[in-house]
């Protein structure tokens, strides 16, 4: 099983900030099987990117995804308001799937 | 858009059975893989399985032993079953369209497993 850690826990920023979340897999990802999700309290997550770097429907382009191998990033450029929220980072390249720990983005 | 709504029981008694079942609305459930996860505060987001529109199924094998999903097209519906369940599967359980990633979601149900 792939083992998913996210840093930092808390990234607390301002509005108009850009932010940098980190994903690291305890062994390589394959084929690029990883994907960034957003949830709100009270919500369920919300698909953002698959492929490391390909916005899901809907997702505007101020959130981006890099990455290779066994260390990704997701960037969100221009912090909104609406971007305050907890991100989570999941492969899906071999069962079982599994999530990141999570990124509690707060505002300063 | 499709859209899932969860439905079941919101408290199970420890050693009992947790059954779920997601209802479709707004799309066809054929030719796509639809999942279980469940979210706690233990252990995070964790993937209970999924099953295809023809039946097929593939499950996390830490919960293997005690999963059991089915689906039912002409109902719309899919469900979940979790045997033998103690206080760690308390969790909020969410339905998904998809097979390894997950773009639509169902709103989620509190299962709490308690006496």
């Known amino acids: 099983e792939i083992v998913l850690t996210q840093s930092p826990g808390t990234l607390s920023l301002s509005p108009g900030e850009r932010a940098t979340l980190s994903c690291r897999a305890s062994?390589?990802?394959?084929?690029?099987?990883l994907a960034w999700y957003q949830q709100k309290p009270g919500q369920a997550p919300r698909l953002l990117i698959d492929?490391?770097?390909r916005r899901a429907t809907g997702i505007p382009d101020r959130f981006s995804g890099s990455g290779s191998g066994t260390d990704f990033t997701l960037t969100i450029t221009r912090l909104e308001p609406e971007d305050f929220a907890l991100y989570y980072c999941?492969?899906?390249?071999?069962?079982?799937?599994?999530f990141g720990p999570g990124t509690t983005l707060a505002i300063k | 858009q499709v859209q899932l709504q969860e439905s079941g029981p919101g408290q199970v008694r420890p050693s009992e059975t947790l059954s779920l079942t997601c209802t479709v609305a707004?799309?066809?459930?054929?030719?796509?893989?639809w999942s279980w996860l469940r979210q706690s505060a233990g252990k995070g987001l964790e993937w209970i399985g999924r099953?295809?529109?023809?039946?097929?199924?593939n499950y996390n094998p830490s919960l293997k032993s005690r999963v059991a999903m089915s689906v039912d097209t002409s109902k719309s519906q899919f469900s979940l079953k979790l045997t033998s369940v103690t206080a760690a599967d308390t969790a909020v359980y969410y339905c998904?369209?998809?097979?390894?990633?997950?773009?639509?979601w169902g709103q989620g149900t509190l299962v709490t497993v308690s006496s």
């Open positions: 998904a369209r998809g097979g390894t990633i997950f773009a639509h």
């Open positions: 062994q390589s990802v394959a084929s690029n099987f």
């Open positions: 492929g490391i770097s």
């Open positions: 099953i295809y529109s023809s039946g097929n199924t």
């Open positions: 999941q492969h899906y390249g071999s069962s079982p799937f599994t």
């Open positions: 707004e799309g066809s459930m054929d030719a796509y893989w």
